[in-house]
T-cell receptor, first 112, second 118 residues
Framework: NAGVTQTPKFRVLKTGQSMTLLCAQD?????MYWYRQDPGMGLRLIHY???????AKGEVPDGYNVSRLKKQNFLLGLESAAPSQTSVYFC???????????FGPGTRLLVL | AQKITQTQPGMFVQEKEAVTLDCTYD???????LFWYKQPSSGEMIFLIY??????QNATEGRYSLNFQKARKSANLVISASQLGDSAMYFC???????????????FGGGTRVLVKP
């Protein structure tokens, strides 16, 4: 099992550009999450999903959109990137029954 | 209001000694869960240990133990016999009410950086 994978690992954007981050998990987990981590801080939840076709807002959802068209994939979109979105983005998944969230390796995003 | 507080931004510990990382939390729920994650310099988030609010025994996983004091709302992580590979950021996190629509969301503290000295 690959666990939770994220694509890409690193990306540089110009202000106003758009991009999509892909998260994939092969553990058949129901729940998936997108977090951001800013320097010296803990993780903050952007959006989450409790099942295929469902999404919900987390703590810091503004400027992001998500989709969960397939159970194994959770996409995070930035429609018009801003320098404030420079961060490391983590995807996680869990079964829902057991609460432990398993994290992907992260995507480092720099918005110039 | 901050729900998870880690008051130690950084700590040094001598190799082979034990270290305690502090975590206090705030919730009005009776059912909740507490987690500790490790983030080494490579950046990945590694699950270490979990404590449920109704668990009577303190959780242990190898060299990691969680000192759970419910009345004080604290969930301190104890790492015994520190190793050089324990140098990392450590995050405490809490899951509040377990309702599916709430997604078992985690709230993270700001982290504690641990540096193990040889």
């Amino acid at each position: 099992n690959a666990g939770v994978t994220q694509t890409p690992k690193f990306r540089v954007l110009k202000t106003g550009q758009s991009m999509t981050l892909l998260c994939a998990q092969d553990m058949n987990h129901e729940y998936m999450y997108w977090y951001r981590q800013d320097p010296g801080m803990g993780l903050r939840l952007i959006h989450y999903s409790v099942g295929e076709g469902t999404t919900a807002k987390g703590e810091v959802p503004d400027g992001y959109n998500v989709s969960r068209l397939k159970k194994q994939n959770f996409l995070l979109g930035l429609e018009s990137a801003a320098p404030s979105q420079t961060s490391v983005y983590f995807c996680a998944s869990s079964t829902g029954l057991k609460e432990t969230q398993y994290f992907g390796p992260g995507t480092r995003l720099l918005v110039l | 209001a901050q729900k998870i507080t880690q008051t130690q931004p950084g700590m040094f510990v001598q190799e082979k000694e034990a270290v305690t990382l502090d975590c206090t939390y705030d919730t009005s729920d009776q059912s909740y869960g507490l987690f500790w994650y490790k983030q080494p310099s490579s950046g990945e988030m590694i699950f270490l240990i979990y404590q449920g609010s109704y668990d009577e025994q303190n959780a242990t996983e190898g060299r990691y133990s969680l000192n759970f004091q419910k009345a004080r709302k604290s969930a301190n992580l104890v790492i015994s016999a520190s190793q050089l590979g324990d140098s990392a950021m450590y995050f405490c996190a809490m899951r509040e009410a377990k309702v599916k629509a709430a997604g078992n969301k985690l709230t993270f503290g700001g982290g504690t950086r641990v540096l193990v000295k040889p």
